[in-house]
């Protein structure tokens, strides 16, 4: 009913009108080694990719969630109360110093519906994770109802990075691809 909500207000804010289900949630944060830093999740919506995270034993406080809608912000804050909620667009990524002070995180997992999003907003968002908040070896995860990486091969190119397909959840309504983008490797 949240994302329902959050699309009569903005409908080119919501990808879906139905929360991601858990088979996608696990492959997004299957990767993600908490070891190695503090986690991003930018467009949280309801927050099931959160909740996949913290069962997989990230602390609530290494991890920072930007929602553009202030109704599913405020819902996040109450439900997930140690991690860090941003009522934000996560194209202020690049304007904003690194979100964990000295630190940058070891992960982003992405819920945003890039292809939906206009081109220059996507680009301001990839490369303001890549440039200000992700470590050098830090991976984007991002998930599609497409067969093509969401992120425009000409980006990647001009970013220096690289996209992955990490695998497929066929169960999930719509089905989804979940794509690994990080810096080339030299």
């Given at each position: 009913?949240?994302?329902?909500?959050?699309?009569?207000?903005?409908p080119r804010?919501?990808?879906a009108?139905?929360?991601?289900?858990?088979a996608?949630?696990?492959?997004m944060t299957?990767?993600?080694d908490?070891?190695?830093?503090p986690?991003?999740e930018?467009?949280?919506?309801?927050?099931?990719?959160?909740?996949?995270l913290?069962?997989?034993?990230?602390?609530?406080?290494?991890?920072?969630l930007v929602?553009?809608?202030?109704?599913?912000?405020?819902?996040?804050?109450?439900?997930y109360p140690?991690?860090?909620?941003l009522?934000m667009?996560?194209a202020?990524l690049?304007s904003?110093?690194?979100?964990?002070?000295?630190e940058?995180?070891c992960a982003?997992?992405?819920?945003?519906?890039?292809?939906s999003?206009?081109?220059?907003?996507v680009?301001a968002i990839?490369?303001g994770?890549?440039e200000?908040q992700?470590q050098?070896?830090?991976?984007?995860y991002?998930f599609?109802y497409?067969?093509?990486c969401?992120?425009p091969r000409a980006?990647?190119?001009r970013?220096?990075?690289e996209?992955?397909?990490?695998?497929?959840?066929?169960?999930?309504?719509?089905?989804?691809?979940?794509?690994?983008?990080?810096?080339?490797?030299?």
């Amino acid at each position: 009913m949240d994302l329902l909500r959050a699309w009569l207000r903005d409908p080119r804010s919501v990808g879906a009108l139905a929360p991601s289900g858990p088979a996608l949630a696990r492959l997004m944060t299957a990767h993600v080694d908490q070891a190695h830093g503090p986690v991003i999740e930018l467009g949280p919506g309801t927050g099931v990719f959160t909740r996949a995270l913290l069962d997989r034993g990230l602390p609530g406080h290494r991890l920072v969630l930007v929602e553009t809608d202030q109704v599913l912000a405020s819902a996040l804050a109450h439900r997930y109360p140690l991690a860090r909620v941003l009522h934000m667009d996560a194209a202020e990524l690049g304007s904003a110093s690194s979100l964990f002070g000295n630190e940058r995180a070891c992960a982003v997992i992405s819920g945003l519906p890039l292809l939906s999003i206009p081109p220059d907003k996507v680009e301001a968002i990839i490369a303001g994770v890549f440039e200000r908040q992700l470590q050098q070896d830090g991976s984007l995860y991002q998930f599609t109802y497409g067969l093509r990486c969401p992120v425009p091969r000409a980006l990647r190119q001009r970013l220096g990075l690289e996209a992955e397909r990490i695998g497929g959840v066929w169960l999930n309504l719509p089905p989804a691809q979940v794509w690994r983008i990080r810096r080339r490797t030299r």
